[in-house]
């Protein structure tokens, strides 16, 4: 499966903008022959949190339109990032997840809130699992911060995801937490993880880019630098069952002890 992680540098609070971007970037990568295109976190508005009631998008009808089209035009997978969910008066971070007929096949909203950044403040959290699949693969999806809390991955895994999918706005001053995390996670879970960082800063924060793309094995197939790019991988999802026959880490776990 071929991947392009699109690493923007999101332009603060202005959705129209950042779709622009999104689509010049995205068609660009579409020269590549990608499979599967992903965004990063809350990429249309940034964490343009106080405004979001003038910029959320009513019950994502906007990043449907948008993800599903391209979808359908150029036959491909879209991890679309997150973007503000408006529904009643309540706005989530929720993914939505495309296939390359253009339907949205997933929405899956950030169950743990970053209190660093105050989303607790002006989010609701999910309350539901990330699981879908792409091409026939089985994959979950997670937000940012979920990649702190390895029993919710876990739990993805144990109901057979393979590919673990994560857009992050990660700021650069926690790099190191960054990579380290999403190895761990890759070696514990025996999984490929694929995550698309932001690029760029808002008013409070410098992000890490750093987008990684990381094999069952935690070796690092793929990272960006600091700025805005398009980062491609290639995975080979055969060797995911060849790891996991190397060493047998599912069965040798003892539920019945923790
Ligand atoms: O956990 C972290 O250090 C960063 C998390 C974050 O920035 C987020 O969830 O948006």
């Known amino acids: 499966m071929k991947l392009a992680l699109i690493q923007l540098d999101i332009v603060f609070g202005n959705p129209e903008k950042n779709k622009q971007n999104a ?14 295109v992903i965004l990063p976190e809350l990429w249309t508005t940034g964490y343009d949190l106080t405004r979001l009631n003038a910029i959320a998008d009513p019950n994502a009808a906007d990043i449907r339109a948008f993800a599903g089209d391209l979808a359908k035009k150029y036959q491909i997978n ?10 009643g008066d309540k706005v989530t971070n929720t993914m939505t997840v495309f296939n390359r007929k253009g339907e949205c096949i997933k929405e899956y909203s950030k169950v743990h809130l970053f209190r660093l950044m105050r ?94 793309v990381i094999s069952p094995w935690g070796e690092i197939l793929a990272e960006a630098g600091d700025k805005e790019e398009i980062l491609f991988a290639d995975i080979d999802i055969a060797s995911i069952d060849a790891i996991r026959n190397r060493i047998p880490v599912f069965e040798d776990r003892r539920p019945e002890l923790y």
């Open 23 to 36: 689509q010049t970037l995205i068609e660009h990568a579409i020269k590549q022959s990608p499979d599967t």
């Open 78 to 87: 879209i991890i679309a990032g997150s973007v503000a969910k408006q529904k």
């Open 119 to 212: 989303e607790e403040r002006y989010m609701e959290a999910g309350e539901a699992d990330g699981l879908f699949s792409i091409d026939d693969v089985s994959a979950a999806g997670f937000i940012c911060y979920d990649i702190r809390f390895p029993e919710w991955l876990r739990r993805h895994v144990l109901q057979g995801a393979k590919l673990l999918f994560i857009p992050a706005e990660w700021p650069a001053p926690r790099l190191d937490h960054w990579r380290t995390l999403l190895t761990c996670r890759a070696i514990e879970n025996q999984a490929f993880v694929i995550a698309c960082n932001r690029a760029g800063s808002d008013p409070e924060n410098q992000f890490a880019g750093h987008s990684l």
